[in-house]
Nanobody, 119 residues
Framework: QVQLVESGGGLVQPGGSLRLSCAAS????????MGWYRQAPGKQRGLVAV???????NYSDSVKGRFTISRDNAKNTVFLQMNDLKPEDTAVYYC?????????????WGQGTQVTVSS
C-alpha cells in the first residue's frame, strides 16, 4: 500500500502561480508512473499531467505550456508547477501513483488538494 499526501493548494488570482507537491510513502517510488488529475464540481476526474519512471511527460491540451510536472526520486515526491492560472483551473487536484507488475496493476490516490483561481 502506498500513501500519497498532496500539499500546496490554495486560493490564487488569475495569472498567478502555485506549486503542488505529492509525497509518497514507498521505497520504490522511482518505478512508479506519477500523475496529477483534477476534478471540478459536476465534472469527471481528468488527467492533468503524467511523468513516467523514465521522466517522459504528457499533458492535457488545456495546461500545455502553463503547467510542468517533475519528480524528485530522492525525496519520493512529485511536483506540479502551475503558472498563468485561469478560473477554469479551479478544481480538486489529486496525485496518482501507478505501476504494473506481472500483469497486475497497482494504482493509488491521494486525498486531494483544492485549487481555487478567482479574483
Amino acid at each position: 500500500q502506498v500513501q500519497l499526501v498532496e500539499s500546496g493548494g490554495g486560493l490564487v488570482q488569475p495569472g498567478g502561480s502555485l506549486r503542488l507537491s505529492c509525497a509518497a510513502s514507498t521505497s520504490i517510488f522511482a518505478i512508479y508512473t506519477m500523475g496529477w488529475y483534477r476534478q471540478a464540481p459536476g465534472k469527471q476526474r481528468g488527467l492533468v499531467a503524467v511523468i513516467s519512471s523514465g521522466r517522459d511527460t504528457n499533458y492535457s491540451d488545456s495546461v500545455k505550456g502553463r503547467f510542468t510536472i517533475s519528480r524528485d526520486n530522492a525525496k519520493n515526491t512529485v511536483f506540479l508547477q502551475m503558472n498563468d492560472l485561469k478560473p477554469e483551473d479551479t478544481a480538486v487536484y489529486y496525485c496518482n501513483a501507478w505501476r504494473t507488475m506481472f500483469g497486475v496493476e497497482y494504482s493509488y490516490w491521494g486525498q486531494g488538494t483544492q485549487v481555487t483561481v478567482s479574483s
